[in-house]
């Protein structure tokens, strides 16, 4: 059974993240809102868990990785660097601004040798698993056998 460190706000603050998405759906923007949230995949293979997270148009060195406490997190800022002299936008879809994810790593990888590669405008991150423990067979030794002690009784008869 892993222990998990319990966090009292962490079922608060996803629900508030939850409401704050479906606002965000009927046009009411929250006030403070992340410009957007890139989607992430999460593989598990022999070798260990895989992260794969769409980040197109964003800089390698825009991007942030840290670990800290077992929970992954993927910050960065994806910037609208684009000046428009005679074009006009009509419509701007792709979004723009910070983000930040953070993902709780399960028990028994090894936090310390992360390999993170970014190409196509996919982050790939990939956390090994440990050796797990395998069950070590223990002998029982055998001392000599317990010495029997013999006894004579003599009886003795009163009359």
């Known amino acids: 059974m892993a222990i998990v460190r319990w966090d ?13 998405r479906l606002m965000g759906r009927f046009g009411t923007e929250p006030v403070e809102r992340q410009s957007w949230i890139p989607s992430i995949d999460v593989v598990e293979t022999k070798e260990g868990i895989k992260f794969q997270a769409e980040l197109a148009g964003m800089r390698p060195e825009d991007i942030h990785l840290e670990v800290e406490d077992n929970v992954l997190t993927i910050s960065g800022e994806r910037r609208f660097e684009h000046e428009v002299e005679e074009d006009k936008y009509y419509r701007i879809e792709r979004r723009y601004g910070s983000f930040s994810r953070s993902i709780a790593l399960p028990q028994g990888v090894l936090s310390e040798n992360i390999e993170a590669n970014y190409e196509n405008g996919v982050l ?33 008869k009163s009359e």
Do not use: G, H, M, Y
């Open 124 to 156: 790939e991150v990939l956390v090994p698993k440990a050796e797990e423990a395998k069950p070590k067979r223990i002998d029982v030794a055998v001392k000599s056998a317990p010495k029997t002690v013999e006894s004579t009784s003599s009886e003795s």
């Open 8 to 20: 009292p706000f962490r079922e608060l603050t996803a629900l508030q993240n939850e409401v704050n």
